[in-house]
C-alpha cells in the first residue's frame, strides 16, 4: 500500500503524468497559414501581408524584396492599380482599409531612390532564352520572372519603346513618365533580359518563327484595336476612337477641333475616364459620360458598377466631368457625316428567358443633346493580325490558370480577354513564366496558393488598437495640369505607421496570447521547434483542446479543427 | 537585561534573536509596529534577514510558505482582516506541513469596523491547523515567540503566538530580554526535512484524491496531539537557559480548596488576577487557570485542573454568533466525560476593545451565584443601548 508522506510531498514532475491531452474529444488547435483577403484579391498575387511584416519590423528593403518576387513594378502599380486588396482588406470593417496601394508606391519609389538590387541572380549563359512578344507589364514581368527562375528573356516589341500601354494610354498625370522610367529601366538593364524594339508582330517577327528559334513564347501583344462601335450601323465619319485618340494625344499632345466642343464619351473604364479628363483639360466645353453601368450608390448592385478606379472617378467628378449612367447612345444625329447630336435612353432592368437580369432601351426616356464629337470607349481587342488559328474569336481565351494555348506558347494580359488591370498582366506574366520554367524542367504545372482565406469574423479585434488610416494628399482641381501627378506620396514615416495598421490576418504575430492564456501550459514557445514559422508548437499530450487560444489568437492563425480518433 | 520596552518592539527584538532568513508582512493596526521595527532593524544592519515588502497579506503569508518550503526560517504577522485574508494560505502552509511562525495581535474583526482587542480574528482561524499559543503578558510572548521557532521546526507544524492587540503590543512593560547567546543555545538553527531541494526535487502542494484525504487530515489531527508534549518540553527547556518558563499547556493558580475557577486566555488571565488580589476577600478567591495552548487543546491538563470546582466560569474574546462562546463550548465538551463536572458559566468579554476592568472579577463571581445565572451572556453589553426588539 503506498503510504503518504508528510504533508503530501510528491515526487517532482510528477504532474507531467497527467496527459491532459487525453481529455481531448472534440477539437484541436492547429496553426493555419490562412491567405490574408488582400494577397486573394491581388491580380499580380503579391502577398501584401507578407511585406507589411517587414515592414512592421522596420526593413523597407526586405519589404520591396518580398514585394517584388511576386511584382517587379511597384512603383507603377502603386500609381495606377484600383487596388481590389484594399477593397478586401479586412480593416475596412474597423476603421478603414490599410493604404496598401500608397505604401507600395512608396517602396517602389524608394527602391529606385536607394538602388536597391532586385532580388535575381544571372542567368546561366546556356540558359534557355524565352520570347516574349509585347514590352507592355504583362511582358515585362514575365521577363522578369523569366531571369528569376533562371532563364534568359528576349523581348520584341513593336514600339520604338517598352512600356506598352502604360506609356501609350495611360496619362502622365497617373503615371509620370519619371516614375515609369526609372522603374522600367532598372528591370531592363537586368542580366539576362534582351530588348528588341520596332519588331512587330506579323511584319517582322512571326509566331511561327519565334516558336522554332525559341525555348518557349510568350505573347502578351495587349489590345490593340477598338472594338467596332456604331449606333444601330451608324458611325460619323470623322470617327475618333478613345484609345487611338489617347494615344495619339500623349504622342503629338494635340486634340482634334471638334473637340473643342461638347463632347460625349460613351463607354465605361479607366480609358473613357482618362479622355474624358484630359479633353475637358484640353479645353472641351463640356464632356459627358456615358455609360451603361452605375454610379456608386443604393440602387448599384456591385456587379453593376462603373468598372473604373474609385479615386479616379472622384477626381473625374470634380473636374466637373458630367456622367450619365445607366443610359446608352440610341440614334446620332448627322449633318451629312458630321455629328451634330445624339439621342440618348435609359436602361431598365428586364429577366430574360435565362432568368438573369439585363438593361434594355427604356422606351420613352429618350432625349437628345446637341454634340460637337462622340468618342466611343467601349474596349479593345487584339489585333489580330499574326495570330491566325491561336485566338479564340477577338482574344486568346486559354483554358487554363497559366495561360497555355499551345506547347511552350503561352498568352499574357488584357488579350486573355477578361483582365483588364496592370497588376493583372503582371500576375499572368509571373504564373506564365513559372509555367514555362516547369514545362522546360520536364515538371508538372505549379500549383496555385490553395490557401483559404482569413475572414473578418476569423479575428479577434479585441487586440488591436485603433488606427487611423493614412492620409493622402491630392493636387487641387485648379492646380491639375497634363504632366503634374494628381496624387501625392506619403514618406517613410508614414509607410512604417501605415505597416502597424496591417492586421498579419491569418498569420502569427508571436504576440504569445497562446502561450499566456493556455491552461495546461500546452503551448511551447520555440522558434526551433515551430516549423511553420510561428513561434509556438502545440503538446497535445496536455491540450484538453478547450479552444481557449483558437478564440485569444488575434489573427485567426490558430483554428479548432475536429478532433480524428 | 532588564529593559522597559514596548510590546511590539519587544516581539521585534524576539524575532531577531532567532536570526530569521526571511520575513514578509503587510502593516495592520495594531501588528504594525512589530513589522516596522523589524524592518527598523535589518534597514540598520541589526538583523541579517531577508525582509520582503508585499502589496497584501495574502502575499505575506504566501512568501513565507515559500520560503519556510525552500528550507527558510520564516517569520510573519498580523491581525484582524490581514489575519482572514491569509486564512487561505495558512490552511494550506498548515496542510502541507510547513513549519514557520506568525504573531497574530488579536484584534475583532469588522464589520463594523473595529480596530480594537478581542480574539475574533485568531478564533476565525482556530481550524486552519496551526499550533495557536495565546499570552498573558509581553514577557510571554516575547519566550513564546523564541519557542515558538523551536516548536515548529521540532513538530513540522506552524506556530501562530496570539498576543492581545494595544492592550499588550502598544504597552510598555519592563522585559528581560534574553541574551543571544542563550538564545543560540536554546534554539538549533533551522531544519526542515520536507524543504525543496534542488538536487531531489520533489513537488508540494499536489492533489489528494480521497483515497488519501482522509489519512492525511487523520495525521495531522495526530500530530498535534503529540505537539501537546513538545510545547511543555520545550517550555522548560527554555526555562533551563532562562531560568522562566511560560506556563507549558495551561497554568493553575489559587487555593486547591476554590469552588470557583476560571479558565481564560490572553491579558485577561492577569486582570482577573489583580481582580482577585483585590476583590477576593470580599467575593471569595477563585482558582484562575491561564490555558496558554489553544491548540491543540490540552484536554486532559483542562479536566485535571478543575478538580474539585463545582463552578467554572469561560472567559471568551470571542462569540460565535448563534452558539455563544467559542472557548466556553470547547470547555464545556471536554469536561462533560467527568462524572462530577462543574457547571460552565460562559461569559463573552470585552469584545472590540471595551475595556475589562479589574471589577469584573466580582461582578463575575456575583453574577453566578445567582440560581437562575445565565449559562452564556455577552457579559458586559448594556442592551439599554440597542433597541427594545434587538436586545
Not at chain 1, 518563327?209 to 470623322?238: H, I, M, N, Q, Y
Amino acid at each position: 500500500m503506498t503510504q503518504i508522506t508528510r504533508g503530501t510531498w510528491a515526487e517532482a514532475g510528477t504532474s507531467l503524468d497527467f496527459k491532459t491531452g487525453n481529455w481531448r474529444s472534440t477539437q484541436r488547435p492547429v496553426h493555419i497559414h490562412a491567405k490574408a483577403p488582400c494577397h486573394g484579391a491581388c491580380p499580380a498575387g503579391e502577398d501584401q501581408q507578407a511585406w507589411f511584416a517587414e515592414l512592421q519590423m522596420g526593413h523597407p528593403e526586405s519589404a520591396w524584396r518580398s514585394l517584388v518576387a511576386a511584382n517587379p513594378l511597384p512603383g507603377v502599380t502603386g500609381r495606377v492599380c484600383p487596388h481590389p486588396c484594399e477593397t478586401a482588406c479586412n480593416r475596412v470593417q474597423l476603421d478603414g482599409a490599410l493604404a496598401i496601394h500608397n505604401v507600395e508606391r512608396w517602396l517602389g519609389d524608394e527602391a529606385v531612390l536607394q538602388g536597391w538590387d532586385y532580388p535575381v541572380t544571372p542567368p546561366a549563359k546556356d540558359a534557355p532564352v524565352v520570347a516574349i512578344v509585347g514590352a507592355g507589364p504583362g511582358g515585362l514581368s514575365a521577363a522578369y520572372h523569366c531571369v528569376r527562375l533562371g532563364l534568359r528573356a528576349e523581348i520584341f516589341e513593336a514600339l520604338p519603346e517598352a512600356g506598352g500601354l502604360l506609356r501609350s494610354a495611360i496619362p502622365p498625370t497617373r503615371l509620370p513618365r519619371t516614375a515609369l522610367d526609372a522603374e522600367l529601366n532598372r528591370l531592363l538593364d537586368l542580366p539576362g533580359i534582351t530588348l528588341n524594339l520596332r519588331q512587330r508582330l506579323g511584319r517582322d517577327i512571326s509566331v511561327e518563327g519565334l516558336r522554332e528559334r525559341f525555348a518557349a513564347v510568350l505573347l502578351s501583344p495587349g489590345c490593340e484595336s477598338p472594338k467596332p462601335w456604331s449606333v444601330k450601323g451608324a458611325v460619323p465619319a470623322d470617327l475618333h476612337e478613345g484609345l487611338a485618340l489617347l494615344r495619339d494625344f500623349m504622342d503629338h499632345g494635340a486634340l482634334p477641333d471638334a473637340a473643342k466642343g461638347d463632347v460625349i464619351v460613351h463607354g465605361g473604364g479607366n480609358t473613357a475616364m482618362d479622355i474624358c479628363r484630359i479633353m475637358k483639360r484640353a479645353g472641351a466645353k463640356s464632356v459627358t459620360l456615358i455609360t451603361a453601368s452605375g454610379l456608386p450608390g443604393p440602387d448599384t448592385a456591385p456587379d453593376d458598377l462603373i468598372n473604373v478606379v474609385p479615386r479616379e472617378l472622384e477626381e473625374a467628378q470634380e473636374e466637373g466631368i458630367e456622367i450619365i449612367d445607366h443610359a446608352t447612345v440610341s440614334r446620332l444625329i448627322m449633318k451629312g457625316s458630321r455629328v451634330t447630336g445624339v439621342e440618348i435612353i435609359a436602361l431598365r432592368k428586364e429577366r430574360g428567358k435565362d432568368g438573369r437580369k439585363r438593361r434594355v432601351e427604356f422606351e420613352g426616356t429618350e432625349r437628345v443633346i446637341s454634340v460637337d464629337m462622340v468618342v466611343p470607349c467601349v474596349g479593345e481587342q487584339v489585333a489580330p493580325e499574326a495570330f491566325e488559328g491561336l485566338l479564340n474569336g477577338a482574344y486568346f481565351w486559354p483554358d487554363n490558370l497559366y495561360g497555355r494555348i499551345a506547347p511552350r506558347t503561352f498568352s499574357i494580359g488584357d488579350a486573355r480577354g477578361n483582365r483588364g488591370t496592370v497588376a493583372a498582366a503582371i500576375g499572368d506574366g509571373r504564373i506564365a513564366a513559372e509555367a514555362v520554367a516547369a514545362e522546360l524542367a520536364g515538371e508538372e504545372d505549379p500549383v496555385a496558393d490553395a490557401r483559404p482565406e482569413m475572414a473578418f469574423d476569423g479575428l479577434n479585434t479585441a487586440y488591436y488598437a485603433g488606427a487611423v488610416r493614412v492620409p493622402v494628399a491630392k493636387l487641387p482641381v485648379a492646380e491639375r495640369t497634363f504632366d503634374a501627378e494628381i496624387e501625392g506620396g506619403i514618406g517613410r514615416a508614414e509607410a512604417l505607421a501605415e505597416a502597424q495598421r496591417c492586421l498579419s490576418c491569418g498569420n502569427c504575430l508571436a504576440c504569445d496570447n497562446c502561450w499566456t492564456m493556455c491552461p495546461d501550459n500546452a503551448v511551447i514557445k520555440t522558434t526551433e521547434l515551430a516549423m511553420d514559422g510561428s513561434h509556438y508548437v502545440f503538446d497535445y499530450d496536455y491540450c484538453k483542446g478547450c479552444g481557449l487560444c483558437t478564440e485569444e489568437c488575434p489573427t485567426g492563425f490558430i483554428q479548432s479543427v475536429p478532433e480524428t480518433s | 537585561m532588564r529593559e522597559a520596552l514596548e510590546g511590539s518592539l519587544a516581539i521585534a527584538r524576539a524575532v531577531a534573536l532567532t536570526k530569521p532568513d526571511v520575513v514578509a508582512a503587510y502593516p495592520i493596526t495594531p501588528q504594525t509596529h512589530i513589522v516596522e521595527n523589524i524592518s527598523k532593524l535589518v534597514a540598520d544592519g541589526d538583523m541579517h534577514t531577508e525582509f520582503v515588502s508585499v502589496e497584501s497579506e495574502f502575499s505575506a503569508a504566501s512568501v513565507v510558505l515559500g520560503a519556510a518550503a525552500a528550507g527558510a526560517r520564516a517569520y510573519t504577522a498580523s491581525a484582524s482582516q490581514g489575519i482572514l485574508l491569509m486564512s487561505e494560505v495558512m490552511f494550506n502552509i498548515a496542510g502541507l506541513r510547513v513549519p514557520l511562525v506568525m504573531t497574530i495581535a488579536n484584534r475583532a474583526v469588522g464589520g463594523p469596523l473595529s480596530i480594537w482587542n478581542d480574539q475574533s480574528d485568531s478564533m476565525a482561524v482556530r481550524d486552519s491547523g496551526w499550533i495557536q499559543i495565546h499570552c498573558i503578558s509581553n514577557q510571554e510572548a516575547v519566550d513564546t515567540t523564541i519557542q515558538a521557532f523551536r516548536i515548529a521546526q521540532e513538530t513540522d507544524l506552524p506556530v501562530a503566538v496570539c498576543m492581545d492587540g494595544f492592550v499588550l503590543t502598544h504597552t510598555m512593560e519592563v522585559i528581560d530580554m534574553p541574551s543571544q547567546e542563550e538564545v543560540d543555545a536554546f534554539l538549533p538553527p533551522f531544519e526542515f526535512a520536507g524543504a525543496l531541494d534542488t538536487a531531489n526535487p520533489r513537488s508540494m502542494g499536489t492533489l489528494v484524491d480521497p483515497n488519501y484525504f482522509a489519512e492525511v487530515r487523520h495525521s495531522h489531527h495526530a500530530a498535534m496531539g503529540k505537539a501537546l508534549a513538545k510545547i511543555e518540553e520545550i517550555d522548560a527547556a527554555y526555562a533551563e537557559v532562562t531560568g522562566r518558563a511560560s506556563g507549558g499547556l495551561l497554568t493553575v493558580d489559587g487555593p486547591k480548596k476554590a469552588k470557583v475557577g476560571i479558565i481564560a486566555m490572553g491579558s485577561v488571565v492577569g486582570t482577573m488576577m489583580a481582580g482577585r488580589e483585590h476583590y477576593g476577600g470580599e467575593v471569595g478567591e477563585a482558582r484562575i487557570v491561564k490555558l496558554r495552548s489553544y491548540r491543540p487543546f490540552p484536554a486532559k491538563a483542562l479536566r485535571a485542573a478543575v478538580k474539585g470546582l463545582d463552578k467554572v466560569i469561560v472567559i471568551d474574546r470571542a462569540i460565535s454568533p448563534g452558539m455563544g462562546g467559542v472557548l466556553g463550548t470547547e470547555v464545556s465538551a471536554v469536561l462533560s466525560t467527568l462524572d462530577k463536572a462543574p457547571k460552565v458559566y460562559n461569559y463573552a468579554l470585552g469584545l472590540g476593545g471595551r475595556d475589562i476592568p479589574e471589577t469584573m472579577y466580582r461582578d463575575l463571581l456575583t453574577t453566578i451565584e445567582a440560581k437562575d445565572a445565565p449559562r452564556f451572556a455577552v457579559f458586559d453589553a448594556d442592551l439599554e443601548k440597542l433597541p427594545p426588539e434587538d436586545r
